[in-house]
């Protein structure tokens, strides 16, 4: 243990600024609690030892009332750090370390290196050496072009095997491969006892496509700036993937044995969709490879209000898409003799009556467990409300579905036009009028009841209804008391107050093939977002770099309990 260890002890965090972070800590020498100023590593890194040591001598003689007391100092070739008073039930002494500094310095009152003194200091972060491992391989992986026309998947694969093998990983436990050249998914096998059944850590490696002018940096190359990780896929889904590599890296040099395999697969067009989709080709033809008794992917994230965590979401299941063509056809004519049977006429009415429908209001296991969990974080009268939502009141369904777009969505299937042709010339009378109605459908309404309710709702049988392609269906995931108490845990261990919340989500994952072949999924990743800023598809995608470090020991510990590890 570093100085830092042997003298104060940190625990909870009391405050941060743009230098350094102000911990609760005890002071093991002198059996009492003290605040500790911990400084940001970037800032650590550009001081020097004398000036530390000078500014501490200049804190330490200072006697205010409302100067927080320097307590002592203590410091190794690397670490520096300074006890300031404690008063409990008291947060003045937090201003106080604040207010402090520019009296003294601004930069130096204290500074200890987060680095070698992670057990001895903030729980949420791994180890340096840690964290350095699942930098470099996030860092390859976004700096790789994944996108679903302008790149591969396949290097973003062989990145990850050779991480692997060098990490002594068995070659005969790693495989690459795909439907094409560029396709290629990569699964890995960490071996343990196999008294139970594997589990299965999954994340897609090929991102939507992000072009140099839209950003205002290049996407493809990985920036860290004012606290953030930039570049296209950084969210979504290269986190998981990296951090579920560097994890996995981890657990064999530390010699962890689980009692389940633990299997990693990283695959292609998630995004994109299409025939190269990696879990529809996995489960295909190399199911042996990836099944599993459950499965940890995206999906879920942590909720943040700015920096202030809120909820970490649990997603067990998701709504299916429907996409229906409405045609109507026409024998047409010239222009200069209309007549009411005009195609684009039926099409507009049927669009009109479907703008004003909407489908009822309803619940199911998942997204009552999320307004009962929503109706004790969310402040005000919607609080409420959302407790009525979770008992069944339809009143209290619509004023919720009328205060919010997501909410709305979570609570009905929802259909909406998205593109439209028709007309053949600009003197004719059309032939055709068509439409794509994009429908987000419940999880448990079927696709005959979808079908049926448009039909009744447009009335007109000129137009015609029918599904195109073939709607992929899953089932929700059980909400497993085991999985459910370990994301509980370690969310509670890690952010007081944070509650795992069960989400049903409105857009699609890989989840659903999962489900839908029987291995339960559940995205939970343990990675905060402003909700008000999330960037996922969009321009200068981002994620904090706390968080993702914060992501990292989540899943770190949330696997170690899932694959049966005695509980530390
Ligand atoms: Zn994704």
Redesign the pocket.
Known sequence: MNAVGERYTLSSELGRGGMAVVHRARDARHGRDVAVKVMLPSVAESLGAERFLREIETAARLQHPHIVPVFGTNQSSSNYCIGLGWHDRDTRHVEAAWHITPMVTRTALCFALWATAASAQDRTMPPESERQLARAIYKEMVEIKSGYSTGATTPVAEAAARRLRAAGFAEADIFVGGPSPNKHNLVVRYRGTGRRRPILLLA?TDVVEAKREDWSMDPYTFVEKDGYFYGRGTG??KAQAAIWIANLIRYKREGFRPERDIIVALTAD??GGGPYNGVQWLLANKRELIDAELCVN?GGWGEAIGDTPIANDVQLSEKYVINYRLAVHNKGGHSSLPVADNAIYHLARALDRLSTFTFPLKTNDVTRAYFRAMSGIEKGPVSADLAKVADGDTIAMTRVARASTPWNAMLRTTCVATQLEGGHAKNALPQLAAANVNCRVLPEDEIDYVTATLKRVIGDSAVSVTVDGTPMRGPASPMRADLMQAVTAVTTSMWSGVSAVPMMVMGG?DGLYLRAAGIPTYGVQGIFYDRGDIR?HGRDERVKVRSFYEGQTFLYELVKRLAGAPVA
């Open positions: 897609h979504d889904d998630e995004e995206e994952t996922f």
